[in-house]
């Protein structure tokens, strides 16, 4: 069972910018995802990065304002949010997911799961 523990949540104004971390239990190749739900829509994926090869893929409506990275630590994952904007007001989550999927995985392909971290955007 892998642990998965998002931080770094919080409220920004419009605009800014924001840097969440994912902290798992374990060490080793995992493909690791961001996802975020916004109330009254479904769970979206944001973006994946397989920590073996540092390989990354960003759903094409996230391209562009995301940045997924690896931690110092080769059991953390950050996404960066850039120039956010009221829409990405949310609850962000990471999860490890099945690897070799070369895209951003789907809800359902993902095992383990955190708890969220909240982000407000105001305007």
């Known amino acids: 069972e892998v642990q998965l523990v998002e931080s770094g949540g919080g409220s920004v104004q419009a605009g800014g910018s924001l840097t969440l971390s994912c902290t798992l239990s374990?060490?080793?190749?995992?493909?690791v995802a961001w996802f975020r739900k916004a109330e009254g829509k479904e769970r979206e994926a944001i973006a994946s990065l397989y920590t073996g090869d540092g390989r990354a893929f960003y759903t094409d409506s996230m391209k562009g304002r995301f940045t997924i990275s690896e931690g110092d630590a080769n059991n953390k994952v950050r996404l960066q949010l850039n120039k956010v904007a009221p829409e990405d007001t949310a609850m962000y989550f990471c999860a490890t997911c099945i690897t070799g999927l070369l895209r951003t995985p789907r809800v359902n392909e993902c095992g383990y799961w955190g708890q969220g971290t909240p982000v407000t955007v105001s305007s």
């Open positions: 374990t060490y080793g190749a995992l493909n």
